[in-house]
T-cell receptor, first 110, second 116 residues
Framework: GQNIDQPTEMTATEGAIVQINCTYQ??????LFWYQQHAGEAPTFLSY????GLEEKGRFSSFLSRSKGYSYLLLKELQMKDSASYLC???????????FGTGTRLQVTL | DTGVSQDPRHKITKRGQNVTFRCDPI?????LYWYRQTLGQGPEFLTY????????KSRLLSDRFSAERPKGSFSTLEIQRTEQGDSAMYLC???FGGGESGNTIYFGEGSWLTVV
C-alpha cells in the first residue's frame, strides 16, 4: 500500500524559516514533488527530487533521503503570501501516478 | 494564459443527474490526468491518458465515471447518476512525458462539484 505522512498544520512567523516534513512508504518510487496550494486554487509546482540531497530554488529548498523514505521542504524568509497548504506527492509506477499526502496547512503570522 | 483550463469551475447538481467536466491541457502535453480532492485531503488519482489512450484507472473510478480523450487533446470526465459522495473538486493535470522523468505535472484550477 501507499502511505504518505505530513503534519496537518504548522504556524510560523513572517521572516522566519520553516521546515515541513514528509515521510513515505510506497510500492515503487520514481521521485517526489512538492506543490503549494492556496485555498480553492490549483496546486502549483514547487520542486522535484529523485536523487538524495538538497535542491535549492530561491527561498524554497527540498531535501530527499530515499533510504529513509523522507523529504522536507524548507521555506526561508517567510512572507504572508506563503500561507497555504503544502502537498508532498510521490511518483509511483510508470504511469507517473502521483500519490499525495493530506497536505500541511501553513499559517504565517506577523 | 496557456495553462491547464477546466470548465465549468463550479457545478451544483441534484442527486441522480449526470455531469460532465472538460479539461484542456497545456498544448502539446501528451499526458493528461484526472484527480479528485475533498476538503482537507490531498488529491487522489482517478485516471490518466497518454495521447488518446486511457492507460490506468483507479478503483475509485466506479462504473458511473467515464473519461475520454478522443483526439489526444482535450478530455472529458462524466459522472452518471451523481451521489452526494461525489461532491469534491475534480482536478485535471497535464505533462509532457512522465513525472518519473522529472517532467513537471501542471494542474488546472479544478471543477467544484456539489451534489444536493
Amino acid at each position: 500500500g501507499q502511505n504518505i505522512d505530513q503534519p496537518t498544520e504548522m504556524t510560523a512567523t513572517e521572516g522566519a524559516i520553516v521546515q515541513i516534513n514528509c515521510t513515505y512508504q510506497t510500492s515503487g518510487f520514481n521521485g517526489l514533488f512538492w506543490y503549494q496550494q492556496h485555498a480553492g486554487e490549483a496546486p502549483t509546482f514547487l520542486s522535484y527530487n529523485v536523487l538524495d540531497g538538497l535542491e535549492e530554488k530561491g527561498r524554497f529548498s527540498s531535501f530527499l533521503s530515499r533510504s529513509k523514505g523522507y523529504s522536507y521542504l524548507l521555506l526561508k524568509e517567510l512572507q504572508m503570501k506563503d500561507s497555504a497548504s503544502y502537498l508532498c506527492a510521490v511518483v509511483t509506477g510508470t504511469a507517473s501516478k502521483l500519490t499525495f499526502g493530506t497536505g500541511t496547512r501553513l499559517q504565517v503570522t506577523l | 494564459d496557456t495553462g491547464v483550463s477546466q470548465d465549468p469551475r463550479h457545478k451544483i447538481t441534484k442527486r441522480g443527474q449526470n455531469v460532465t467536466f472538460r479539461c484542456d491541457p497545456i498544448s502539446e502535453h501528451n499526458r493528461l490526468y484526472w484527480y479528485r480532492q475533498t476538503l482537507g485531503q490531498g488529491p487522489e488519482f482517478l485516471t490518466y491518458f497518454q495521447n488518446e489512450a486511457q492507460l490506468e484507472k483507479s478503483r475509485l473510478l466506479s462504473d458511473r465515471f467515464s473519461a475520454e480523450r478522443p483526439k489526444g487533446s482535450f478530455s472529458t470526465l462524466e459522472i452518471q447518476r451523481t451521489e452526494q459522495g461525489d461532491s469534491a473538486m475534480y482536478l485535471c493535470a497535464s505533462s509532457f512525458g512522465g513525472g518519473e522523468s522529472g517532467n513537471t505535472i501542471y494542474f488546472g484550477e479544478g471543477s467544484w462539484l456539489t451534489v444536493v
